[in-house]
């Protein structure tokens, strides 16, 4: 309850103190009835104010407009406090808007906010809004799979027994392996182009052959043994 100083700058030899003081309703309520009490004095209000809030000699009290304010503000509405202004009416986002653009969503929940904002003839900014903070609708991104055939399960479990018995021959054997570089011939999904606009995640997955047409670059290393 007590007051604040704020940071002091100094010109030359003087010290120039910027005080910021924000009081509550219980110091405002206080001023109120000591103003009442006191014959309406300004002066006997804040020497009380002083003393009720522990405030130094110097310290900061509501001046003398500050206390008259507060008493106004009593008298004319009972409220001691700011009231906040109205925010701006809108003019976008209004309920018709956020309908329209979730019957879009739900109808082609894969469309870009972009294309969506084209088609409905809103902008960009205001379905973003509208997706993010009405509808609260997420872009999930796709997910891709390898697409497992009948014959990668025996392929699969050959390899694991030849690793183990090369290492039963040898246990010092060490397999090096780099990464590779795909550089596909027939187009690829960009996962960063695909979003799924939906309240919750649809847990979407696309299967694709590993073994497309693609030129492939690497480097593998193995000791003898």
């Not at 910021?20 to 109120?32: C, D, K, L, N, P």
């Not at 006191?38 to 509501?62: D, K, M, W, Y």
């Not at 999930?140 to 027994?161: E, G, M, S, W």
Request: proline share 6%; with cysteine; glycine share 6%.
């Amino acid at each position: 309850w007590g007051h604040q100083k704020g940071p002091v700058r100094t010109v030359g030899m003087c010290h120039l103190v910027y005080i910021m003081t924000e009081w509550g309703v219980r110091h405002r309520v206080f001023a109120f009835e000591a103003f009442i009490k006191n014959g309406e004095s300004v002066v006997a209000t804040q020497r009380l104010f002083r003393r009720e809030f522990n405030i130094g000699r110097h310290g900061a009290v509501p001046s003398r407009n500050t206390i008259l304010k507060w008493v106004n503000d009593l008298r004319t509405t009972g409220n001691v406090m700011k009231k906040k202004p109205p925010g701006p009416t809108r003019t976008a986002r209004t309920p018709e808007s956020v309908e329209r653009v979730r019957e879009a969503l739900l109808t082609s929940p894969g469309r870009s906010v972009r294309k969506q904002a084209q088609a409905l003839r809103l902008s960009r900014s205001t379905v973003r809004r509208i997706v993010k903070h009405d509808l609260r609708f997420h872009p999930y991104k796709l997910a891709i799979v390898q697409q497992l055939k009948p014959t990668d399960f025996p392929q699969r479990n050959d390899f694991c027994l030849s690793m183990l018995s090369m290492l039963e021959v040898n246990e010092d054997a060490v397999l090096f392996m780099s990464d590779e570089a795909h550089f596909h011939l027939d187009g690829f999904v960009n996962r960063q182009n695909c979003r799924y606009h939906a309240s919750e995640n649809p847990q979407q997955l696309m299967n694709g052959p590993y073994t497309v047409r693609k030129l492939r670059f690497g480097v593998q290393y193995r000791p003898n043994v």
